[in-house]
């Protein structure tokens, strides 16, 4: 079976703290990408990243930065961690190629920022 | 990016077909259809996709339109486990998949 792990389901950090979400895909894809999920909101993309160190920007990055040192996996590092980034993490996985091919999901990380 | 519009929710008895309709008028020539959908506390995941003819899989069909400004997903026999958020999306050129909001289809038994 194909997977897309993330490494906590729920998290629960304090204002201010410098948060690391990771994801591992073990379909040697090159494309990786997080979004966040928000009532009322739907899936809103953060970052992608199309290959080893290179990124792109999503819809919504600020607050947010990204890491990709090893091609499976893909890091979602919040600097100072807000309450306003309270949410749903989702990350997924793609490979290059027609522009047919399915995306996989990882289950989510909740979290919660007090 | 061009967009989709979907009905915010939809009810179907168990056992019976469905059909979720996608309205994508600005449709290019070069946007795959793609139809993902998300169980409760779970992420997405991929149902069908197509170009231009109508497809089957083992998990739904998909119908689309001749000018391809509109397309419909298919379950054939609605369960319980499908109760989920269904997503229609666009994607061309580039890796990114632009989620919307998508219809909450709910199954009663």
């Known amino acids: 079976d194909v997977k897309v792990t993330q490494s906590s389901r729920y998290l629960v950090k304090r204002t201010g703290e410098k948060v690391f979400l990771e994801c591992v895909q073990d379909?040697?894809?090159?494309?990786m990408f997080w979004y966040r999920q928000d009532p009322g909101l739907g899936l809103r993309l953060i970052y992608f990243?199309?290959?080893?160190?290179?990124?792109e920007k999503g819809d919504i990055p600020e607050g947010y930065s990204v890491s990709r040192e090893k091609k499976e996996r893909f890091s979602l590092i919040l600097e100072s961690a807000s309450t306003n980034q309270t949410s749903m993490y989702l990350c997924?996985?793609?490979?290059?190629?027609?522009?047919?091919?399915?995306?996989?999901f990882g289950q989510g990380t909740r979290l919660t920022v007090v | 990016d061009a967009k989709t519009t979907q009905p915010n929710s939809m009810e179907s008895n168990e056992e019976e077909p469905v059909h979720l309709p996608c309205n994508h008028s600005t449709i290019s020539g070069t946007d795959y259809i793609h139809w993902y959908r998300q169980l409760p506390s779970q992420g997405p995941e991929y149902v069908i996709h197509g170009l231009t003819s109508n497809v089957n899989n083992r998990m739904a069909s998909l119908a689309i339109a001749e000018d391809r400004k509109s397309s419909t997903l298919i379950l054939h026999r609605a369960t319980l486990r499908d109760a989920a958020v269904y997503y229609c999306?666009?994607?061309?050129?580039?890796?990114?998949?632009?989620f919307g909001a998508g219809t909450i289809l709910r199954v009663k038994s």
């Open positions: 999306i666009l994607r061309a050129y580039g890796n990114k998949l632009v």
């Open positions: 379909m040697d894809h090159e494309n």
């Open positions: 990243s199309y290959d080893v160190k290179m990124k």
């Open positions: 997924a996985s793609r490979r290059t190629g027609p522009w047919g091919t399915e995306a996989f």
